[in-house]
């Protein structure tokens, strides 16, 4: 239904001779003819610019020859791709009768949709650049405070290190000092157990019997013990 509608309205404003309003540059762009299909009234054209991405399917679309630049030919946007927009052409005997539509042929282009769709973006633009402001003001915040972060640990880890590196001297120190003592505890061993084991020795060199005679068992009877 909205394609029969559209189709009705090009045929009735079809052509256009002498416009008199003015087109912003942001509406205007050019395209050579790739493709033509006079009797779908199909026109394939290939444009080279950046904004095409803002011509929408549908779009309202006029054109004309550079040459005649009083008279435009209305169509609407049938199909696009990154380089290419096909064209319906509603009234297109009447026009391809003044403009020329062959392979290859330089034409001009003016949409007011992509005028408006150009301005929609500029200020979908605007907002997605204070967002961004916003964000990378964030940003440089959270990232002040991750530097400071590092600083901070980077001065708690150089003052335990000195604590660290004195603790273990001291731990080192200590031990060292057990050492000493256990050495000297060992000596101290040593020569006491030397000096017991020569007392030793004396003792049992210059041990003293109680009776200077012993006790004997006669031999005939085992029962009979006497000292000799």
Known sequence: MKTFVW???????????????KMSEQGVFSGRVSYLREEASLVRVKVEF???KYVNKKDKVEFW??????????????GKSSSYLLLKVPNMRDC????TLGAGRYLKFFSEDLENNIRMGKELIEILVKKKMALTSKI????KQLDSHIEKADAVNKRYQVLRDKLEAQWRNELAALEEDRLDALRNYKGLEVRINEIDFKLQKYRISDENLTLDRWSLDPRLFYKK
């Open 7 to 21: 189709t009705l309205l090009f045929l009735l404003t079809g052509l256009s001779m002498g416009e008199t309003r």
């Open 96 to 99: 391809s009768s003044r403009v």
């Open 65 to 78: 020859d550079q040459h005649n630049p009083n008279f435009h030919c209305k169509a609407y946007v049938a």
């Open 50 to 52: 950046e904004n095409v």
């Open 140 to 143: 440089l915040s959270r990232k």
